[in-house]
């Protein structure tokens, strides 16, 4: 019983100073397809819109280029491309402005997604 309470406590400690480094990170929820330069020369979904061969809106793009094209869930924030770990609560996200509560791991440059919303637009 007494180790119960210990493994509990220490899980507390350890989330609560895990939720004291997040960080709230501003963006499109984009493919690293699209994202990275691999089929797009601006760093975007417009090429491939253009081209209507991954649908029509930046939302199928994305979800074609991860469902078809091995790609993975990115946020885009600028210049800067940082990888989403938490697809159940990104997925429906895709190619929608958010704005993402995580905590972001330098070495991976991904973000540890601990809350995700639209980001409210004017």
């Excluded at 309470?5 to 100073?17: D, E, F, Q, T």
């Excluded at 996200?93 to 809350?115: C, P, Y």
Aim: neutral net charge; charged residues 20%; contains cysteine.
């Amino acid at each position: 019983m007494n180790r119960g309470i210990w493994s509990l406590a220490l899980l507390v400690l350890v989330g609560a100073a895990f939720a004291q480094n997040a960080q709230t990170f501003h963006g499109e929820v984009s493919d690293s397809q699209c994202a990275l330069n691999v089929h797009s020369l601006t760093r975007s979904h417009q090429e491939m819109l253009k081209s209507k061969s991954m649908g029509g809106t930046s939302n199928t793009c994305a979800v074609y280029c991860i469902e078809r094209l091995g790609g993975y869930l990115v946020l885009s924030a600028g210049k800067n491309v940082y990888r989403l770990d938490r697809a159940d609560l990104v997925h429906g996200f895709e190619g929608r402005k958010v704005v993402i509560s995580g905590v972001l791991d330098t070495k991976l440059n991904q973000i540890h997604v601990l809350k995700i919303d639209l980001e409210d637009q004017p």
